[in-house]
């Protein structure tokens, strides 16, 4: 553990990603040094029990800064947002959340002198003008949806206030996060967490983008490792801050539905684009992630045909247990 990170905040701990991040931090930080927060206030039992929870918004300083207070938090993971198919369907929601979330986040850190703050952003930040194979780190950045305008928003706060005023903030850019704890919440790759739950259910799927949709996506447990190797990072060998780009894996949703059905011969998966297809069709196919192996050794370690392994022995336990969905 990095010396000075000692007591750490989590916001949408209870999200996709928070609520395995939480886990993970606890584990290796100590449960009592690690606080989840939520706007939500019905966490799932091991979150509640495993270590302090508070309801807070984001959008509102007071309620941020009274646990920021109460566990001298020096920390921050700011996991919540608003994803890219909620944010399509409610776009100044986005904004708010995204924004007005992240600049409380950043003025706390400034306030409360904290000695770090990790704050996600996306391939969302990418348009169709930017190359669309193996994209580069610093390319142009020119999205389409509020999510990803939010995202650059982001990306550029943080760097300035690492430059303006010397606050340690650090980003990456997440491609689709696959996982099998907590389903994800409104993003545009939930179709390659959905194919699993509903291959194991139902045996059949019905996706909502083409069979042709190249995403560059990730597994979980490499999204927690590249998400707390950054942050342990030597800061001194940081060229970048707020931007990284990270790789993992990258597959058409015809060949995620290839590789479930290795495991399950009789899956049926159609596709039927809805509004969530241009969306896609906006993001890379595949990502240069040089620039995050170079800074802080970034390396990926799963690929797809070991995800859906694992993605199908999970849920198929869960499945014949009764609590699929938990
Ligand atoms: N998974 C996210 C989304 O689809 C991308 O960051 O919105």
Redo the contacts with the bound molecule.
């Keep these: 553990m990095s010396k000075e990170m000692k007591n750490i905040l989590v916001t949408g701990a209870m999200g996709q990603i928070g609520s395995e991040l939480t886990m993970a931090l606890r584990n290796r930080y100590g449960a009592e040094n690690v606080v989840a927060t939520d706007k939500r206030t019905n966490p799932n039992p091991e979150l509640r029990d495993s270590g302090p929870f508070y309801s807070v918004d984001v959008t509102q300083r007071t309620s941020l800064d009274a646990v920021i207070k109460k566990h001298n938090i020096d920390t921050i993971y700011h996991m919540a947002a608003i994803?890219?198919?909620v944010?399509e369907k409610n776009p100044l929601l986005c904004w708010d959340v995204n924004i007005n979330g992240t600049l409380n986040v950043l003025n706390a850190a400034i306030d409360f002198e904290m000695v770090r703050v990790i704050i996600p952003s996306?391939?969302?930040v990418f348009g169709p003008d930017t190359p669309k194979e193996n994209t580069p780190n610093d390319t142009i950045l020119r999205p389409t949806t509020m999510?990803g305008v939010t995202?650059v928003c982001g990306e550029r706060l943080g760097d300035y206030f690492v430059k303006r005023f010397g606050i340690d903030v650090r980003g990456l850019r997440?491609?689709?996060?696959i996982s099998a704890e907590t389903l994800?919440g409104?993003?545009?790759?939930?179709y390659a967490v959905e194919i699993y739950y509903k291959a194991v259910e139902e045996g059949k799927y019905t996706c909502f983008v083409r069979e042709d949709t190249r995403l560059p996506m990730m597994y979980m447990p490499d999204c927690i490792k590249s998400t707390i190797d950054l942050a342990e990072a030597d800061f001194s060998r940081l060229k970048h801050h707020c931007d990284f780009n990270v790789g993992s894996m990258s597959f058409s949703a015809g060949e995620l539905a290839e590789s479930i059905k290795k495991h399950i011969p009789h899956f049926e998966c159609k596709f039927e684009p809805d509004y969530r297809q241009q969306?896609a069709d906006s993001w890379p196919s595949s990502i240069d992630d040089s620039v995050a192996r170079a800074e802080w050794d970034w390396e990926p370690e799963w690929d797809l045909d070991r995800m859906t392994k694992d993605m199908l022995e999970k849920l198929t336990k869960r499945h014949n247990q009764g609590n699929l969905y938990k």
């Design positions: 994803l890219s198919a944010g996306s391939i969302a999510y995202k997440y491609p689709g996060i994800p409104g993003g545009t790759t939930d969306i």
